[in-house]
């Protein structure tokens, strides 16, 4: 687990190896263990394209012999690589059989044959989680690849003659040329989802490549990106309930198997939902010591799981730590703006940080239950949107009369969590599936948009409708089936825009590696095609997975309701932190950014932080909006 940075020249400019360093150096977190460059221009002086590579690493596996950036004896090609390959010992044998001969024991070096052999389509044979950028010094090249559901990250900037590119911003942001300008199309994109959807990021001149996708930049200067594979529901699982739960943890317990591979400690995070709950059985099935396993929790008792988490830490005999956040954490807010690179509004993002934090005291690798929710239901939001679907047949005045009354319901009744829940559906039960979908997922719809930001400011990002976002990933689903597209959509956009990406940073940036067993592409694979009806019952989400772990897991976990990995800001914005959220948002510097008009935030606060409404999401999109602010472009 590394991360990488470099620069593409067609104009026959040497690269400038103060910047490169610069731009490597911002990358120390990823990889605190080695750093190592190369430039064409040193091994090919007469060569047209100039490239720098540089890198950081986080040593994994091959400690030895790893060190990036990497080529073969042939010297055709270069890489910097991040992430796991986990497939790379078969791959091994078949290239050797092949005629191919290694230098290292790394799976670095796998990627590299795989690309002398196959070209671009090396991809395909890959299995696990990877950003890479290979330098192909006979076709005078630039070859970008990011991992089928998007684990590892890679950003990219066209700007003159040359071509930027980094596993982070920051590192992109070090080229003068490259202006810290935002994209205003990304902001209300970032207030409707609480990410902003690739391929855009905060700035104009920076893209993410998005996942799945591979990108090639010629001695030209000519950039193509190409997608290579794609989630497909067809054709439907044939097999019986029965077969599928057998097919269910065979798929899991092989995914979770090649995850264990290591050359230094691991362990695994515990939330003591369904999810990590699974993977720690699976892994204290196969690995000869105890598993360490690590949870966080709260001091407000009805968001913290630690109860659940100990219970299974003791059904599988693991070496458990617990970690409890406080929220005296207005210091470490800055911090987390600067790893998130752009306005990130998750509030899980604290937690996912302190946990990766205490976690990699005591192991380099950590094992986590992502992707459970997104390929088997889990969400509650799933269960209110086969509700709706079937809601939604009945005629549309009569369910715009019960939208109109549920949303004169009184503040008072706003402060139970069942009322705040029907409230948020009820206010949309005018709107189509596809609709409801988005506007109980979102943050701030178009309307709450247009009442909170100034003037025509952000008018024409506005026009282009934030739930056009949305409509484009159904489009890109092969199933009609409404279930089957919102759970396409999740893997496509929330998935690896917003949760991935709070894994990868929060991990990344205290210097640990994270795996997911269902996130590997055939598991993914095996879920998309079980039909939807076993996954999202009226009253239960995951139900073939928790059939299928039936003789795993301890029954309480089974039976438990679906938490999430919340935050307690409600809380916290009426007490500990009420006066850092005031002085931030209503700042004088906050007031000069002219995005907001500032009544509606005070208005915001005022009925929060007096019990009226609860805006704890939206108060938190609007404050990690405020320190980016601070932390990118007040510096």
């Not at 795989?114 to 890959?126: A, E, K, N, P």
């Not at 979908?437 to 100034?454: P, R, S, T």
Request: aromatic fraction near 12%; hydrophobic fraction near 40%; charged fraction near 25%.
């Amino acid at each position: 687990m590394c991360g990488f940075s470099g620069i593409f020249r067609w104009d026959s400019k040497p690269v400038d190896p103060d910047l490169l360093r610069r731009m490597t150096h911002t990358l120390t977190h990823r990889g605190p263990d080695d750093a190592g460059f190369y430039r064409s221009e040193d091994d090919n002086p007469a060569s047209k394209g100039r490239v720098g590579l540089g890198f950081r690493r986080l040593s994994i596996i091959d400690l030895q012999g790893g060190h990036q950036p990497m080529t073969t004896q042939e010297k055709k090609s270069w890489i910097v690589f991040n992430g796991e390959i986990y497939n790379f010992l078969d791959l091994r044998k078949d290239l050797e059989k092949r005629g191919h001969r290694f230098l290292t024991r790394s799976d670095t070096e796998v990627i590299l044959h795989l690309y002398d052999r196959y070209g671009v389509s090396c991809v395909q044979h890959l299995r696990g989680m990877f950003a890479f950028a290979i330098w192909d010094s006979e076709k005078q090249s630039l070859f970008l690849a990011r991992d089928r559901i998007g684990k590892k990250p890679l950003f990219y900037a066209k700007k003159g003659n040359a071509f930027y590119f980094a596993s982070e911003m920051k590192a992109l942001l070090e080229a003068e040329e490259i202006q810290k300008k935002v994209r205003m199309e990304s902001v209300p994109l970032y207030f409707a989802y609480q990410f902003i959807p690739s391929p855009l990021t905060i700035f104009e001149e920076i893209h993410r490549l998005p996942p799945a996708h591979t990108l090639v930049c010629d001695s030209q200067g000519n950039v193509r990106a190409e997608r290579y594979w794609q989630i497909s529901h067809a054709p439907r699982s044939p097999k019986s309930v029965p077969d599928l739960c057998e097919e269910i943890r065979f798929r899991l317990n092989e995914s979770t198997k090649i995850r264990l591979i290591s050359d230094v400690p691991l362990g695994a995070f515990l939330s003591g939902g369904i999810d990590s709950s699974a993977v720690v059985g699976l892994m204290a099935q196969q690995m000869s010591e105890p598993v360490k396993t690590f949870s966080i929790g709260f001091e407000e008792s009805d968001f913290s799981e630690l109860n659940y988490a100990r219970l299974v830490a003791k059904r599988f005999g693991t070496d458990h730590h617990e970690f409890v956040v406080k929220p005296e954490t207005a210091d470490t807010l800055p911090k987390l703006a600067w790893f998130y690179d752009q306005p990130f509004a998750d509030p899980s993002a604290l937690p996912s940080y302190y946990v990766a934090r205490e976690t990699r005291k005591h192991v380099t690798v950590a094992l986590n239950g992502d992707g459970g929710d997104e390929n088997f239901g889990g969400y509650l939001r799933y269960r209110a949107d086969r509700i709706f679907s079937a809601f939604s047949k009945i005629p549309l005045p009569f369910r715009q009369s019960l939208q109109n009354a549920v949303e004169k319901m009184p503040s008072p009744l706003m402060r139970s969590v069942f009322m705040r829940r029907l409230y948020r559906a009820g206010r949309v039960l005018g709107s189509s599936t596809r609709e409801f979908n988005y506007k109980v997922f979102c943050y701030f719809d178009e309307k709450a948009q247009n009442d909170l930001f100034q003037g025509d400011l952000l008018q024409s990002s506005l026009a282009n409708k934030t739930y056009g976002y949305f409509e484009s990933l159904y489009q890109q689903t092969d199933s009609k089936e409404f279930l089957d597209q919102v759970l396409s959509c999740d893997l496509q956009g929330y998935l690896p825009d917003c949760l991935l990406v709070k894994m990868d940073i929060a991990t990344m940036a205290n210097s640990l590696e994270a795996r997911s067993p269902f996130l590997d592409h055939t598991l993914i694979e095996l879920a998309a095609k079980i039909p939807w009806e076993y996954k999202v019952k009226w009253n239960e989400g995951k139900w073939i997975l928790k059939k299928a772990l039936k003789e795993l897991l301890p029954p309480e976990i089974k039976k438990k309701k679906k938490m999430g990995f919340g935050l307690p800001i409600a809380h916290w914005f009426r007490g500990a932190l009420k006066n850092f959220l005031r002085d931030a948002l209503l700042s004088p510097s906050a007031r000069r950014r002219g995005y907001f008009k500032m009544e509606k935030v005070e208005q915001l606060i005022q009925e929060h932080q007096s019990h009226a409404r609860d805006h704890s999401y939206k108060l938190w999109a609007l404050l990690m909006f405020e320190l980016w602010h601070t932390v990118y472009l007040d510096t």
